[in-house]
Nanobody, 124 residues
Framework: VQLVESGGGLVQSGDSLRLSCTAYGDAFSRYAMGWFRQAPGKEREFVAAISWSDSSTYFADSVKGRCSISRDNSKKTVYLEMDSLKPEDTAVYYC??????????????????WGRGTLVTVSS
C-alpha cells in the first residue's frame, strides 16, 4: 500500500486546514488509519486515528476539540481537519495504515505503511 498525503502549506495562526491521504493498493477499508506529526528536533507524535471496523476516532490531547478525522473508503482517502491552528502545530504530518488493527492506534508500532509526509507551517 502506498500512501500519499496532500493539503499541507503555510497558514496563519487561527486558520483551518484539511489534510488528505490517499491509499494506492487493495483493502483500504480493512486498514486503521492514523495521522502523526513530527516537528523539527522532536519525536514523531500521534495526532489522530480512525478505526477500520466502525470508524471510531481517537485524538491526542493537544488537538482534541479542534480536530476531526474521517475516511471515505470509496475514495481510499482519510482526511484530517484542524481548526484554530497554532504555531506549535507546525510539523510534517504523516499518514499511516495498519491492517486490521483495533488497539494501540496512538502508537507508531501498529502501523504497516507510512506516507512521506506533508509540511504544515503555522505562522503567528
Amino acid at each position: 500500500v502506498q500512501l500519499v498525503e496532500s493539503g499541507g502549506g503555510l497558514v496563519q495562526s487561527g486558520d483551518s486546514l484539511r489534510l488528505s491521504c490517499t491509499a494506492y493498493g487493495d483493502a483500504f477499508s480493512r486498514y486503521a488509519m492514523g495521522w502523526f506529526r513530527q516537528a523539527p528536533g522532536k519525536e514523531r507524535e500521534f495526532v489522530a486515528a480512525i478505526s477500520w471496523s466502525d470508524s471510531s476516532t481517537y485524538f491526542a490531547d493537544s488537538v482534541k476539540g479542534r480536530c476531526s478525522i474521517s475516511r471515505d473508503n470509496s475514495k481510499k482517502t482519510v482526511y484530517l481537519e484542524m481548526d484554530s491552528l497554532k504555531p506549535e502545530d507546525t510539523a510534517v504530518y504523516y499518514c499511516a495504515a495498519g491492517l486490521l488493527m483495533v488497539a494501540g492506534l496512538h502508537t507508531t508500532s501498529v502501523y504497516d505503511y507510512w506516507g512521506r509526509g506533508t509540511l504544515v507551517t503555522v505562522s503567528s
